[in-house]
């Protein structure tokens, strides 16, 4: 009797000031301006019944709304979104505080496990340490050739394309980014895996469609619960695909470095290559190097796993209150970053649609406010991979603008967008590639 009665106002207690701790996280955050909600829902049935294009128009209709912040309640959980450059510099730049992903990252861990992308504390800091060296330019400079090839890749495709028009831009640019990234992240080429690479790129998509749709539905963010659904399944069957892939090909280049007694893994981290001769021994070719292979590396030391290994490859392919523009942001409301809209503000961009190169001009640069323009984040959780991106970005494009003059097909105007994972648009994109005639 006595035991449960001290249960009883032990709960009792908890429950006082869990209410206590509620009613004063909530009297902060409906401070933040937000559109009309339903009482204990807030935005929930709102957001389920957008289809993701809606959900895109919704996104920017309100960030020009409530600009420069707004709430939104999904269930009893607040999401804030930013999109000015002053509460971007506070959240971003303070290395101590605003670390922890939302829990909505969650839906991502059956994937991308709690690799760089979704860990925190500790385990971010050493597996971020571990990483950094993967994109050290000695490191990328090995992956020159590969992108160089890659480029010619797109080169020879496009004088293929019947009227010089790519009917599906990012279908036709994916295709190849996925064939870089294989090769300079896993040491493998997909030239000769048509029929795979279309499967591996359509079940990423969907994966992008399945979050999305798990995210506005609060009752499948229980593990449990969507794994009985439809969605669920779905879901799983592709997660065997995708990981299947990965650990072929991680037990593949595992037994490579054995066959070869680990020697290339010896010289990751230098200029130092072996000769012919120490290949000719060994009596088996070198192979390309790769990032997948300082994780390797990193294994035979211990301080990853090979279940470590897949996050991080997997992954290639708010604590604190906080106060932002007059508005105290309580601890334990989720904080978005639309960099999509940031840079598009006119306030610091003028005419922000309008094709400008000269915006990026040095003096304009050092002019504008330095979290207005953000492609790779910025602060500690800043990308990783941005070198090897730009990398990326101006071997292909120098391929391209040494070959061909580019038409657009399609109005700005009239390009249509959907909330994904990754910006995406609703209808395929057409570009004209006329060859350029070289004398």
């Not at 996104?59 to 930013?82: D, F, N, T």
């Not at 870089?180 to 080429?189: D, H, L, V, Y």
């Amino acid at each position: 009797m006595i035991i449960s009665l001290l249960l009883f106002c032990s709960f009792l207690i908890l429950l006082y000031y869990y209410i206590l701790h509620y009613e004063k996280f909530v009297r902060h955050i409906n401070n933040i301006p937000s559109m009309p909600s339903h009482p204990l829902l807030g935005h929930t049935i709102t957001l389920w019944l957008c289809t993701q294009e809606n959900l895109w128009k919704l996104q920017r209709k309100l960030c020009k709304e409530y600009y420069p912040l707004y709430k939104l309640w999904l269930g009893s959980i607040a999401m804030v979104s930013v999109h000015h450059p002053d509460d971007l510099e506070k959240v971003l730049s303070n290395p101590k505080h605003h670390l922890s992903k939302g829990y909505l990252y969650d839906s991502l861990k059956p994937w991308l496990g709690t690799g760089l992308l979704i860990s925190d504390g500790q385990k971010w800091h050493s597996r971020r340490k571990i990483l950094t060296p993967t994109f050290h330019f000695n490191i990328l400079k090995q992956f020159i050739e590969i992108l160089i090839e890659e480029g010619n890749h797109i080169t020879q495709s496009l004088r293929n394309v019947k009227d010089s028009t790519v009917d599906n831009l990012v279908s036709f640019v994916s295709h190849h980014t996925l064939n870089a990234i294989c090769e300079t992240a896993m040491g493998i080429s997909l030239e000769n895996m048509g029929e795979f690479q279309q499967q591996y790129r359509k079940v990423v998509h969907e994966m992008g469609d399945i979050l999305i749709y798990r995210i506005m539905r609060p009752w499948l963010h229980l593990d449990m619960t969507f794994a009985l659904t439809p969605m669920g399944r779905k879901h799983a069957k592709n997660l065997k695909i995708l990981h299947g892939f990965t650990e072929k090909i991680i037990a593949e280049r595992k037994q490579y470095h054995e066959r070869t007694n680990k020697q290339y893994l010896k010289h990751l981290e230098s200029d130092v290559e072996l000769s012919n001769t120490d290949e000719e021994i060994m009596g088996i070719k070198k192979k390309r190097s790769a990032m997948l292979d300082l994780l390797i590396a990193a294994s035979y030391n211990n301080e990853i796993n090979n279940s470590d290994i897949r996050e991080e490859i997997d992954t290639f392919t708010f604590e604190v209150r906080i106060s932002l523009n007059s508005y105290l942001v309580p601890s334990g409301a989720i904080m978005q970053i639309h960099i999509f809209d940031i840079h598009r503000d006119p306030n610091f961009w003028p005419n922000p649609d309008v094709f400008d190169p000269d915006r990026f001009l040095p003096e304009k640069i050092q002019k504008r406010h330095p979290y207005s323009y953000l492609p790779f984040s910025a602060g500690s959780r800043n990308c990783i991979g941005q070198r090897f991106a730009m990398l990326e970005m101006k071997t292909v494009i120098a391929a391209l603008v040494n070959n061909f003059y580019l038409e657009s097909v399609d109005y700005l105007k009239n390009l249509r967008f959907k909330l994904d994972m990754i910006t995406r648009v609703t209808h395929p994109i057409r570009v004209k590639f006329v060859p350029i005639k070289h004398s």
